[in-house]
């Protein structure tokens, strides 16, 4: 006797046209999550990686004033060097923001996504530092940003010195004040924020919109909502302290 006379002829047909349908539909669902959990746990690993390296950063910018006793200014071409308004006197920065002098300060240039850290420091619009000298263009006349801000940084520090920093949360709340320098990561939309500041939420338009307030906020990829930069700072309390022990300030 066959095996198949010996079952149901049900059970030797095979898979019919539906359930076939109905299989693949599953698959497809469970390879749909699988492929997403790992598309997450990337770029959590990605964030990760990127705290990190600007963890590493701000040791870096430290090590950077206790070596030189002075901020490094931002750098303003993409050289990677910083740039100051006149290389005899390397206190005065030609801008209060640009990118990540990395070169100075021994610590990579990009994030894990491959894209550039923006780097701020205090600017001379602060009263502890109304003797800093403005930016001066081509013609000589003083430079502003895209806020109408007047441009010209001062890198040194003496006791009497503060930032003019501030570090919101996504309420608007203060997390940190008079802030002497941040670092940011566009993250996975850097190119987005780099080309058009104004296309990106209003969270994420703070952290490029060149002004001194930034927001440091959690991962949010709610539409009008999205937030997905990576922040960090130089508080001015432990600048000072390190300072202090390193015997650079009295």
């Given at each position: 006797?066959?095996?198949?006379?010996?079952?149901?002829?049900?059970?030797?047909?095979?898979?019919?046209?539906?359930?076939?349908?109905?299989?693949?539909?599953?698959?497809?669902?469970?390879?749909?999550?699988?492929?997403?959990?790992?598309?997450?746990?990337?770029?959590?690993?990605?964030?990760?990686?990127?705290?990190?390296?600007?963890?590493?950063?701000?040791?870096?910018?430290?090590?950077?004033?206790?070596?030189?006793g002075r901020l490094p200014c931002p750098d303003n071409d993409t050289d990677g060097v910083e740039d100051p308004q006149n290389p005899a006197n390397q206190e005065d920065c030609?801008?209060?923001?640009?990118?990540?002098?990395?070169?100075?300060?021994?610590?990579?240039?990009?994030?894990?996504?491959?894209?550039?850290?923006?780097?701020?420091?205090?600017?001379?619009?602060?009263?502890?530092?109304?003797?800093?000298?403005?930016?001066?263009?081509?013609?000589?006349?003083?430079?502003?940003?895209?806020?109408?801000?007047?441009?010209?940084?001062?890198?040194?520090?003496?006791?009497?010195?503060?930032?003019?920093?501030?570090?919101?949360?996504?309420?608007?709340?203060?997390?940190?004040?008079?802030?002497?320098?941040?670092?940011?990561?566009?993250?996975?939309?850097?190119?987005?924020?780099?080309?058009?500041?104004?296309?990106?939420?209003?969270?994420?338009?703070?952290?490029?919109?060149?002004?001194?307030?930034?927001?440091?906020?959690?991962?949010?990829?709610?539409?009008?909502?999205?937030?997905?930069?990576?922040?960090?700072?130089?508080?001015?309390?432990?600048?000072?302290?390190?300072?202090?022990?390193?015997?650079?300030?009295?």
């Amino acid at each position: 006797m066959s095996l198949c006379k010996a079952v149901s002829s049900r059970s030797c047909q095979g898979f019919t046209l539906i359930e076939m349908s109905i299989v693949l539909i599953v698959i497809s669902l469970i390879l749909a999550g699988v492929l997403k959990t790992v598309g997450v746990q990337r770029q959590q690993l990605k964030r990760d990686e990127t705290r990190q390296q600007l963890e590493t950063i701000k040791e870096a910018i430290i090590g950077f004033v206790l070596t030189n006793g002075r901020l490094p200014c931002p750098d303003n071409d993409t050289d990677g060097v910083e740039d100051p308004q006149n290389p005899a006197n390397q206190e005065d920065c030609d801008v209060n923001e640009g990118w990540l002098p990395h070169m100075d300060i021994g610590a990579g240039n990009v994030d894990t996504w491959g894209s550039r850290f923006r780097y701020r420091i205090r600017g001379s619009g602060n009263l502890s530092m109304a003797d800093a000298p403005p930016a001066l263009d081509g013609a000589g006349n003083i430079k502003t940003n895209a806020s109408g801000e007047q441009i010209g940084a001062i890198a040194s520090f003496d006791m009497t010195d503060d930032g003019n920093i501030t570090i919101d949360d996504e309420a608007g709340n203060t997390i940190a004040s008079n802030v002497p320098a941040v670092v940011i990561s566009f993250a996975e939309n850097a190119r987005t924020t780099i080309a058009n500041c104004a296309g990106v939420s209003a969270r994420e338009q703070e952290n490029c919109n060149g002004d001194t307030t930034f927001i440091n906020s959690f991962y949010s990829d709610v539409t009008n909502q999205e937030f997905d930069d990576l922040v960090v700072w130089v508080p001015l309390t432990v600048l000072k302290t390190r300072m202090i022990e390193a015997a650079r300030l009295p």
